[in-house]
């Protein structure tokens, strides 16, 4: 590539410091954006042609000129340095060095400003499509776990105190929903994204009458922005997809939380396979989680990245300033650290071997103490009275190192004369479940009918 000649030097006397050449450049980063910023190109430049800035002739060399740039810019070896500043500079140049003054013709009514509003907003669009695979893919290893494991029950917690026994079907679909929470809002993210800003110019629009419905259907957008000041100077689609983003990794991270305890020997819930385990350098027994404790880590990465563009708005003036060069580079993190959690979270969970006789075995009696309280609520006890009774015949049976599945009937009179025979019938885990099949419960019943609809909206993805 020849010597780099600034596309704004001519206001100049003097070149940058070689210090401001490297504090300026974003070419080492936003080179991610060629492809986007070679669609565009190309787009535009068939828009200049149809208002006569471009000859057939020329629309023909740029378009073979950019699709060479792209060839050559892809190479794993290409070198781009600091001087070309950012991605945008760098196409340019480079195709002026290939077709000649041609070349310089494809900047006529565009900025860097809405050049680069729109190279984002293209890299975003397949970003999120690939994302609303992989969420996908984890829908379906959920719903196929929770198929396996369709009669395994599990103690629930409230406060890390077990609270009543649930099917881990539940469980996992609890994630399930979740996450279709996330893709939703992905996609919300993107309808406010789905603008073409090309024509915007600097900030006041285009002096060229440039066609930007063709220009949007060429690029796939839906409509094109209102108001040149807004679209140079806008963020939002960035800043509500890494919001997005920081919801899933919180997600991940609170089931990683369940599954890094349950893998201890205290509780034995969980085997992760040893793919996704490590161990320790100096204690031989070890098997660390590190699969998950890094998702749970990296968590605070994608926080950072979306508190980083938030505080770099908070003071840009309208419309367009430096400091929006660094939108980017949190962009690009927090996308890649999502998609690999995604993905490294999918094949723990897929991986992993669910215990389940430890698991219901872990149950405590005292998980079914709501049971009794509803009993007694049942024949006509006032809840806060039943409650009472309950917690005391709790207490009483823990100071005597009994569960309450060891209790007799008069046990339970003793408490309450309300207690009938068939209360002695509740003390069983598979009777508390049953007795939740209302929609949306643990019960076997509703979390199979629960099971099917998410079948359903995991098939009509």
């Known amino acids: 590539m020849a010597a780099v000649q600034t596309p704004w030097g001519g206001r100049f006397q003097s070149a940058p410091a070689e210090l401001m050449e490297r504090f300026n450049a974003s070419i080492g980063f936003d080179r991610k954006l060629l492809e986007a910023d070679i669609a565009g190109s190309v787009a535009y430049a068939r828009a200049l042609q149809r208002v006569g800035v471009l000859s057939a002739g020329e629309l023909e060399q740029i378009e073979a000129g950019l699709k060479q740039v792209q060839e050559e810019f892809s190479a794993p070896?290409?070198?781009?340095?600091?001087?070309?500043?950012?991605?945008h500079m760098a196409v340019e140049q480079r195709l002026t060095e290939l077709i000649g003054s041609v070349g310089g013709k494809l900047h006529t009514g565009r900025s860097r400003n809405d050049q680069v509003n729109l190279d984002e907003r293209l890299y975003l669009r397949d970003?999120?499509?690939?994302?609303?695979?992989?969420?996908?893919?984890?829908?379906g290893v959920l719903l196929a776990s929770g198929e396996q494991h369709s009669r395994v029950v599990l103690p629930g917690y409230t406060h890390l105190q077990q609270a009543q026994p649930v099917l881990f079907p539940h469980y996992a679909l609890s994630l399930f929903w979740m996450l279709e929470r996330d893709r939703g809002r992905l996609e919300d993210a993107w309808r406010r994204a789905d603008f073409l800003p090309l024509g915007s110019g600097a900030l006041a629009g285009s002096a060229f009458p440039?066609?930007?419905?063709?220009?949007?259907?060429?690029?796939?957008?839906?409509?094109?922005?209102?108001?040149?000041?807004?679209?140079?100077?806008?963020?939002?689609?960035?800043?509500?997809?890494?919001?997005?983003?920081?919801i899933l990794m919180m997600h991940l991270s609170r089931f990683c939380e369940d599954l890094i305890l349950w893998s201890s020997a205290e509780f034995g819930f969980?085997?992760?396979?040893?793919?996704?385990?490590?161990?320790?350098?100096?204690?031989?027994?070890?098997?660390?989680?590190?699969?998950?404790?890094?998702?749970?880590?990296?968590?605070?990465?994608?926080?950072?990245?979306?508190?980083?563009?938030?505080?770099?708005?908070?003071a840009v003036p309208l419309t367009y300033a430096k400091d929006l060069q660094e939108d980017k580079e949190p962009l690009f993190d927090a996308l890649e650290t999502s998609a690999i959690c995604l993905e490294v979270f999918a094949g723990a969970w897929e991986s992993m071997e669910v215990c389940a006789e430890r698991m219901e075995s872990a149950v405590d009696s005292t998980a079914l103490a709501t049971d009794l309280a509803d009993y007694l609520v049942g024949q006509g006890v006032p809840f806060r009275e039943a409650h009472r009774v309950v917690g005391r015949l709790v207490r009483d049976s823990l100071e005597q190192g009994r569960a309450l599945t060891d209790l007799s009937l008069e046990e339970l009179r003793a408490h309450s004369a309300d207690f009938g025979e068939d209360a002695l019938g509740l003390l069983d885990v598979r009777q508390s479940l049953a007795r939740r099949n209302i929609e949306g419960g643990t019960g076997p019943q509703a979390v199979a009918e629960q099971m099917e609809k998410a079948r359903q909206v995991w098939a009509g993805s």
């Open 127 to 139: 970003a999120i499509a690939s994302l609303q695979v992989q969420i996908r893919h984890l829908q």
């Open 210 to 246: 440039l066609d930007r419905a063709f220009l949007a259907r060429e690029l796939g957008f839906s409509q094109v922005t209102p108001n040149s000041l807004d679209a140079v100077s806008d963020r939002d689609f960035l800043l509500e997809t890494l919001s997005a983003l920081a």
């Open 270 to 314: 969980v085997e992760l396979d040893d793919l996704f385990a490590t161990g320790s350098s100096m204690m031989p027994q070890k098997k660390n989680p590190d699969a998950l404790e890094l998702v749970r880590g990296k968590t605070g990465r994608v926080y950072g990245s979306l508190m980083a563009l938030l505080t770099t708005m908070k």
């Open 77 to 87: 070896d290409c070198a781009l340095p600091d001087a070309l500043e950012d991605i």
